[in-house]
């Protein structure tokens, strides 16, 4: 199986950079982290759909989340460095308990946004201009 | 077919098989799920997929955590984030369901410009996550089995872990505090939540108005209804007998 | 396993873990298909019996042991029908989902004391949190129908199960406080011995929230009576109204996945786990260490004894679904929210009182490991250090005085 | 009434801002009793109105009774509430003679009340079991039909049909009962009566039944009435009324000298000629539980009923005589009669012009009165409900579309 996705040119891409074979660092997951925070800016500016932007929130705290991990993580951090320790996985913990709350209220705001204008569409959101 | 067969053999035999790190492999598909879906949650335009993406980029994420030794991140992440986007799943089904599978459109240009911007931080990101040596040292090797009990003797207040290298002396607290800072906070959503989703009794005057609208209209032909405006009244409405 | 593959069979090390994993992968799986294969038809036998006829009698022998097999190849030959107005991705992936929640959360679940996927550190957290990933499956399916009562199936389950998780997340950290750990392995460990070691009989409180725990499992599982999301008198067939074929049968597996799961869940945390009512391994002088043949030999009993708790857990199941009428959805929500949790806090205040003041239980006589917790607590607690070499009890202990009374 | 309505503890309003939909409950429903089609317009889980749609299974057998004669038409009724024959049989066979004023023999009448009770016993089997599916229970479901198979055997026996039978027919019985039938009816009702504390066990005392029937659906005496609902159902409101006791005297001469109460709540308490499980407490005189508990009540009476006719017809000598011709003459006139099927009050209305062949045919339907109800029980009430409700009332589609 392997083989066969080495022998495809993304796979065998992947491969030249040592992917499959070189220990992860600390930087692989700083990407990811990088990656979701992009994707999660973007969905907020993007959507117009108020659970959208909500989503968009959740993907950056996540994406942040990725970076604490991977500072905390023992298991990535190079020869002689100890990384965040513990403190790395308790904020984690903190943010993704945060998000729940956050979420909670974010819905609640949705639905009273609906019951005022019935849609969720944030664009429609302009009573307040002067 | 023969061809592809030794291209394969060609590639199997030319590359270091036995050196497959399966720690950075499963890294690897996790990290491509959660990037993908993350990509995917900005692509697409249904709420209800949407939600469906954003499940499976927090899924994978929470498999990078237990790959990176957080179980009990991982395992938490599992249980509220994704926990969470469950309801966030159903408010999306049912604020959007007017008619089935609507939509709110993006306009073209600002997912242009989105995709701009966006392209520009991701390299801004990159540029600082590459920009540090020590992080891009791969990972020393494997250590001990992870425990999730410095965690909560840590949020008890005790710190049993070892401390970092470089940690000044002084600084290392205990999480308790914080902790019940959290917990208080959530009470507080949690109740809040709570108020807004209550029922309430209806005060005076209307009631009549609402309760002879539930009265059935003298002829009510289906028909007729079902092509009716969504009148998207204010629900109010007879539950149940006298209970 | 993968040892006996490099050192014997002179695998390359890369490869002998990829057949290690596949193998146990395939036994995991056919532990759910299988599993499912034989629940259904023991399902159908029992349910028969239970209303006064036979239940299946001809296909493969004497008791139409061969009835499910049959009934899967039937499902594979069926038409796969899809509604018009469905939305087709969600649709296809509904299934799928369900049935990997149900498959994911049996890697954590230890069948005997080596015998388990990944010996994760906080298995009982794991397996709850996937557990509670079924019910995404349901809503994409009950959405993607584009059917009404499937949206109604949807909505109950994702209703239910949100509710549910609530108190079944107090019942399972009362097993979790008296062990002192979230690993499965160790809190089935815990409960060696005999089975007044068990968790169900450790104090009144664990008893009760024991029962509490049963019904919240079954909630969370979708089963009679609080199977509203497919209630086929009021609903058709809830959120799989429109699934036919295999993928309705994928719906199916997850279900008796779940069941099975759930039980074994139960067996783990109240019931022992792989430890019989009867010590037998150890009244045979057989325990661990006294070599790989009688080690083995342990495991397997042990494997069967958490596999009788689990089926028996499940038959239960089955004999309360033939016989009790079902609930209404704001009767299922009462139930949540106005007894189990409550009781299932009450509960979880009374087992921790009791763990703080009688920790040796009220008779003295027994053999209870439950005093030694405590010092538990506190091993390996080097935690996350990579180079320190792992802290030592009198150096935790040590910490611990230092920080707490500075 | 604004104080009325301000009071009433149903009314409830929600913050969220919430739109109806349409459901279609039916034709095709697991728990609709055939081909009922009920159009719910509901806000999430409630139900605000409930709208039977009927027709499906509409066969012109009153237009088709007009071509035939009046013994010719006897299958037609069996088709009716088919799971009641022998009462559809009984009621036309007594409208006709009603007209002709024929009268049978006193072996024929005690036969007639032995097979239309234990027929009533069938169909309540049927209506308790099928209740049991509609709250989702099975098992009772095959408990209930495992006892009416040994009734049909033993209609099989007496008249060759297991469902529609056509065996009270106008002016007699097709046949009078093989020998032995009579030790083997007596045989079943011994066997039969300790399964009925089973049925009470599984159904009328459990918890969650109760939970799911007790207040629900509640009917007033007032509205019964004015519905016209008949039967079990309204029974189960209180209403004191039973055709075979206040019918009129063409019938209730066949319950001449039977002892048997009607099954109705009188000063708070049900009939106590036998041990019956207490009313539960939460129980509303009018609900969905009274209304099967009745049902349960009156399957107890029909087998007291049975015993008794058992006694009288082996008492009676001679024959039980012979049907009338097919094609009897009817004199010039109309009858009308209702009758006490276990549904309600069937009623068959003709009218002649001096042939065999009735000129009008019409048929009163009790189902159809009772379903009519239905919206009125819904309105307000949750979905799982309208099973409930609707399964509470016994509805035979046969007998409402005709």
Excluded at chain 4, 369 to 385: F, M, Q, T
Aim: some cysteine; glycine content about 10%; overall charge negative.
């Amino acid at each position: 199986m392997i083989s066969l996705i080495g022998s495809t040119p993304l796979g065998g891409g992947l491969f030249a950079m040592g992917l499959f074979t070189e220990p992860v660092s600390v930087a692989h997951y700083l990407v990811v982290g990088a990656i979701l925070f992009t994707a999660g800016i973007a969905c907020m500016a993007v959507k117009r759909n108020a659970l959208g932007v909500l989503m968009g929130i959740e993907l950056v705290l996540n994406g942040a989340n990725v970076n604490f991990v991977a500072f905390a993580s023992p298991y990535l951090q190079a020869e002689g460095s100890r990384g965040l320790g513990l403190d790395g996985q308790v904020i984690a913990l903190f943010v993704i308990l945060l998000a729940a709350a956050e979420a909670a209220v974010a819905l609640a705001i949705t639905l009273n946004f609906y019951n005022n204008h019935a849609t969720v569409d944030v664009d429609r959101a302009d009573d307040l201009k002067g | 077919m023969m061809a592809a067969m030794s291209a394969t053999g060609l590639v199997a035999t030319a590359l270091p098989l036995a050196a497959i790190n399966w720690h950075s492999t499963f890294f690897l598909l996790f990290a491509v799920l959660a990037c993908v879906c993350a990509v995917a949650v900005v692509a697409a335009d249904n709420v209800v997929r949407m939600a469906l993406y954003l499940v499976l980029s927090l899924g994978a994420t929470a498999g990078l955590f237990f790959l990176a030794g957080a179980e009990f991140v991982g395992a938490m992440q599992l249980m509220i984030y994704v926990g969470g986007t469950l309801v966030l799943l159903v408010f999306g089904v049912m604020l959007t369901a007017q008619a089935p599978f609507v939509s709110i459109k993006t306009a073209p240009g600002d997912r242009a410009l989105a995709g701009i911007v966006g392209a520009s931080l991701l390299a801004v990101l990159l540029l600082s996550a590459f920009s540090v040596e020590e992080w891009r040292k791969p990972a020393a090797g494997v250590v001990g089995e992870p425990t999730a009990t410095p965690i909560g003797m840590a949020l008890l207040g005790v710190r049993v872990d070892e401390p970092p290298a470089h940690a000044p002396a002084g600084v290392r607290s205990g999480y308790l505090l914080p902790f019940e800072i959290v917990s208080v906070h959530l009470l507080v959503v949690l109740v809040a939540a709570a108020y807004l989703a209550r029922a309430k009794r209806r005060k005076t005057p209307r009631a009549i108005e609402v309760a002879a609208s539930v009265e059935p209209p003298a002829s009510v032909a289906a028909h007729a209804a079902i092509g009716r405006e969504p009148a998207g009244r204010s629900g109010s409405v007879l539950v149940g007998g006298p209970r | 396993m993968a040892e006996f593959l490099i050192t014997t069979v002179g695998l390359s090390e890369w490869l002998a873990w990829t057949v290690t994993a596949v193998i146990a992968a395939v036994l995991v799986l056919n532990v759910i298909a299988g599993g499912a294969l034989v629940f259904i038809w023991a399902e159908r036998k029992i349910a028969g019996r239970i209303q006064d006829r036979l239940g299946p009698t001809r296909t493969g022998g004497r008791f139409g042991w061969l009835q499910s097999l049959a009934d899967g190849l039937k499902l594979l030959a069926k038409e796969d029908l899809m509604p018009e107005g469905a939305d087709g991705m969600l649709f296809r992936l509904a299934p799928y989902v369900s049935f990997c929640a149900s498959f994911c959360a049996f890697i954590a679940l230890p069948f005997a004391f080596d015998f388990i996927g990944c010996r994760l550190n906080v298995g009982v957290f794991f397996v709850v949190a996937v557990l509670g990933l079924e019910v995404f499956g349901v809503i994409l399916a009950g959405y993607a129908s584009a059917s009404k009562w499937s949206l109604f199936g949807a909505m109950r389950e994702a209703a239910q199960v949100v509710s549910y998780e609530v108190p079944l997340g107090m019942c399972v950290v009362v097993p979790v406080m008296l062990a002192g750990s979230m690993d499965m392995v160790t809190i089935a460990e815990k409960q060696a011995g005999w089975f007044t070691n068990w968790y169900l009989f450790h104090d009144p409180f664990t008893f009760v929230i024991f029962w509490v725990y049963v019904t919240c499992a079954v909630a969370s599982v979708n089963r009679a009576p609080f199977d509203l999301a497919e209630a086929e008198s009021e609903l058709v067939a809830g959120f799989h109204t429109e699934y036919s074929g295999l993928r309705w049968s994928y719906f199916f597996m997850a279900e008796y996945g779940s069941m099975f799961l759930v039980s074994a869940m139960a067996a783990v945390l109240f019931m022992g786990g792989w430890n019989g009512p009867i010590p037998v391994a150890s009244l045979l002088g057989l325990s661990e260490g006294t070599g790989d043949t009688a080690n083995y030999f342990v495991r397997l009993l042990g494997m069967f004894n958490l596999l009788g708790k689990a089926t028996l857990g499940v038959l239960v199941m089955m004999w309360v679904r033939w016989t009790l009428p079902r609930l209404r959805i704001d009767q299922v929500m009462t139930t949540c929210l106005k007894y189990c949790t409550p009781i299932a806090a009450a509960m979880f205040a009374g087992a921790m009182l009791w763990q703080l003041f009688l920790p040796g239980g009220l008779v003295p006589g027994l053999d209870r490991p439950a005093g030694e917790i405590r010092e538990g607590w506190l091993e390996g607690p080097g935690g996350r250090g990579a180079a320190a070499p792992a802290a030592s009890d009198e150096k935790v202990a040590q910490v611990i005085s230092s920080q707490v009374n500075p | 009434m604004a104080q009325l309505i301000d009071d009433d503890p149903r009314i409830i309003e929600f913050d969220v801002r919430t739109d109806e939909m349409l459901v279609n409950m039916g034709p095709q429903h697991p728990s609709t009793h055939g081909v009922l089609r009920l159009v719910l317009r509901t806000d999430g889980e409630v139900v605000s109105e409930v709208e039977p749609h009927i027709g499906y299974l509409h066969r012109c057998a009153e237009k088709i009774g007009e071509n035939l004669t009046h013994r010719q038409w006897i299958p037609y009724t069996d088709r009716m509430d088919y799971l009641a024959a022998m009462n559809m049989n009984l009621g036309w066979a007594l409208a006709v003679e009603k007209l002709m004023k024929y009268e049978v023999s006193e072996k024929a009448r005690h036969l007639r009340v032995l097979i239309a009770e234990l027929n009533r016993i069938a169909s309540h089997l049927v209506g308790m079991g099928a209740y049991g599916l509609d709250l989702g229970t099975f098992s009772p479901f095959l408990y209930a039909f495992r006892e009416r198979e040994k009734i049909l055997d033993l209609f099989e026996e007496a008249c060759g049909a297991r469902l529609t039978y056509s065996y009270i027919t106008v002016g007699g019985l097709t046949a009078d009962l093989p020998p032995g039938w009579l030790q083997k009816c007596e045989a079943f009702l011994d066997q039969f009566e300790p399964i009925i504390k089973e049925y009470h066990a599984l159904l009328t005392t459990n918890a969650i039944f109760v939970k799911r029937t007790a207040n629900i659906g509640v009917m007033s005496r007032e509205l019964a009435i004015e519905y016209g609902c008949s039967g079990p159902v309204l029974r189960g409101s209180g209403v004191d009324q039973d055709m075979r006791r206040d019918g009129e005297a063409i019938y209730t001469a066949m319950y001449d000298g039977y002892a048997f109460e009607v099954a109705v709540m009188k000063d708070g308490h049900y009939p106590r000629d036998h041990e019956y499980p207490p009313v539960p407490a939460d129980a509303v005189l009018g609900d969905c539980w009274h209304r099967f508990f009745v049902r349960m009540l009156e399957v107890v009476q029909s087998m007291d009923l049975v015993r008794q006719a058992i006694d009288r017809y082996s008492a009676c000598k001679g024959t039980i005589g012979e049907p009338l011709k097919l094609t009897e003459k009817m004199p010039a006139g109309d009858a009308y009669l209702e009758t006490e099927a276990p549904k309600g009050q069937m009623g068959f209305y003709l009218v002649s012009d001096g042939s065999a062949i009735p000129w009008r045919v019409r048929a009163r339907s009790s189902s159809f009165s009772n379903l009519a109800v239905a919206p009125e029980l819904c309105r307000g009430c949750l979905i799982a409900d309208v099973p409930a409700i609707v399964g509470s009332l016994d509805i035979v589609m046969g007998e409402i579309d005709r």
